[in-house]
Structure formats: structure tokens, C-alpha cells
């Protein structure tokens, strides 16, 4: 009986921490924007650094935190953190909220947005 409330304990600690551990993650598929859908960083981009109720630049101002991702400032903060043509390889895309964002940012953007920010860096991170 002691042993299986030692196992059982021991078990859900390990599920509490797996599943805190994988907070941060992407835990859907990554989907492809169809080619035929252009991406615009002024349009499309920017827009999911200053969401209602989930803004970036209430941290990520120029002061509090870096990259500064506030309008007219954030292509040239971020630029030099990513691989244009290669979101994978780039450190912009690997640290969004809800992509292992280094600190907890109080919420994620979404798996449909992380969709528009990795397909603007594979096709050129340009500032369209
Ligand atoms: C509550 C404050 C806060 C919010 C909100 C926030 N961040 Fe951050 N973010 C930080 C802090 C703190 C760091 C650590 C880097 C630093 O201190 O400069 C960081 C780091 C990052 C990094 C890695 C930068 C690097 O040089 O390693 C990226 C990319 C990033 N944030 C993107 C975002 C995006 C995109 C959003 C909105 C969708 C966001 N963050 C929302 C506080 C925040």
C-alpha cells in the first residue's frame, strides 16, 4: 500500500512537471500559409506584436525588454535576430510566446499566428 502511494506521488509530481515543462511549447502542427496568401510585415506582421489584451510592446517597448517590437521600430530590432528564409534556424522565431518564450509573457500568441510570423521569415523577412 506505501509503495503504491510512493509510485502514484512520484507519478503525478512527473506529470505536473512534464506538463509545465511543455507550457511554453507548440503543441499543434505549425500549418503552411498557402503560397498563394501574401504575408506583409506592415499588415500582417506588426499588427501581432500589439494585440488587444496581449501586447508585445507593453514589455518589448525599447526599454523593459528586447527586441523593441513597437510600430516603425521593430523590423529593424528584429531583422538581425532571425534567418531570412530559414524561420527554423532563427532565434526571433524560437522565442515567441507559445514558442518557448524565454520569460512568461502572460500569454501565447496562437499556433495560426506563429503560422503567419514563420511563413513572412521562409519567404524573405522582407519589409513589405
Ligand atoms: C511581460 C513582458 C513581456 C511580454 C508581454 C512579451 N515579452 Fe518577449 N521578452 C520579455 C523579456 C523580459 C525577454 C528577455 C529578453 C530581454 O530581457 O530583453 C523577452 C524575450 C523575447 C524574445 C527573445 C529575445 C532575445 O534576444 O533572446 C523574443 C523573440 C520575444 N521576447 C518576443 C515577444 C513577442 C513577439 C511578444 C508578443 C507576442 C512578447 N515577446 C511579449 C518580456 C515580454
Request: contains cysteine; aromatic residues 8%; negative net charge.
Amino acid at each position: 500500500m506505501k509503495k503504491q502511494l510512493k509510485t502514484l506521488l512520484v507519478g503525478g509530481l512527473g506529470l505536473l512537471c512534464f506538463s509545465c515543462y511543455y507550457d511554453q511549447e507548440v503543441e499543434e502542427e505549425i500549418p503552411d500559409i498557402p503560397v498563394d496568401v501574401p504575408i506583409s510585415f506592415r499588415d500582417d506582421i506588426q499588427p501581432l506584436f500589439m494585440l488587444e489584451g496581449r501586447d508585445c510592446t507593453t514589455c518589448h517597448n525599447g526599454t523593459v525588454a528586447n527586441p523593441d517590437l513597437t510600430e516603425g521600430n521593430s523590423y529593424d530590432a528584429i531583422i538581425g535576430t532571425l534567418v531570412p528564409g530559414d524561420a527554423e534556424n532563427s532565434a526571433f522565431f524560437n522565442a515567441l510566446p507559445g514558442n518557448n518564450h524565454p520569460v512568461g509573457a502572460g500569454f501565447s500568441l496562437t499556433v495560426e499566428e506563429i503560422a503567419l510570423i514563420k511563413g513572412w521569415i521562409d519567404r524573405g523577412a522582407e519589409n513589405n
